[in-house]
């Protein structure tokens, strides 16, 4: 059986996010599930709901990078901050298709355009994004310690 998260992954939380950054139908006119990246993290996290697994079969080979849609960036810094307090900090342990990983990295093509480094770390992460992307990393920061 493949293994699941040690303490857990707060689903509900992360389903209530993306359904947050979701655009709707009303915007976006017809869903496009798995070709869009925040329809991909919804299915990513229904199936763990359904079978909870740490690993997404080739999840970050999956994610639709090329997905230009326009999101709010409120909430996909939100919803980042939140995914970062859910991560586990396996440092040398991490892997690519943790869930919270590919979670984390669909919500970076919408917010910053491409998938970001991570090693494993919510601190170094947000120091990474402080030398990157400085503003947008004091309010993923912001809310990561409230």
């Known amino acids: 059986m493949a293994e699941a998260h040690k303490k857990g992954l707060d689903a509900a939380l992360v389903e209530e996010d993306l359904g947050n950054c979701c655009r709707n139908e009303a915007v976006c006119g017809q869903c496009q599930k798995e070709n869009c990246t925040i329809g991909y993290a ?13 690993e997404v079969n080739n999840g970050m080979e ?33 892997t690519d298709n943790c869930i919270i990983n590919v979670i984390r990295s669909c919500y970076e093509v919408g917010l910053l355009g491409d998938v970001q480094p991570y090693e494993g770390s919510a601190l170094q992460y ?3 994004l402080k030398e990157n992307f400085p503003e947008k990393s004091l309010r993923i920061a912001g809310v990561y310690r409230s």
């Not at 849609?69 to 307090?85: G, N, R, S, T, V």
């Open 42 to 54: 919804k299915e990513c996290i229904r199936n763990y709901q359904e079978v909870p697994k740490k």
């Open 62 to 94: 999956r994610i639709p990078t090329t997905d230009f849609k326009m999101f709010d960036e409120a909430e996909l810094e939100m919803a980042i901050a939140h995914i970062l307090k859910e991560c586990k900090d396996c440092k040398e342990d991490h």
């Open 126 to 128: 947000l120091m990474y």
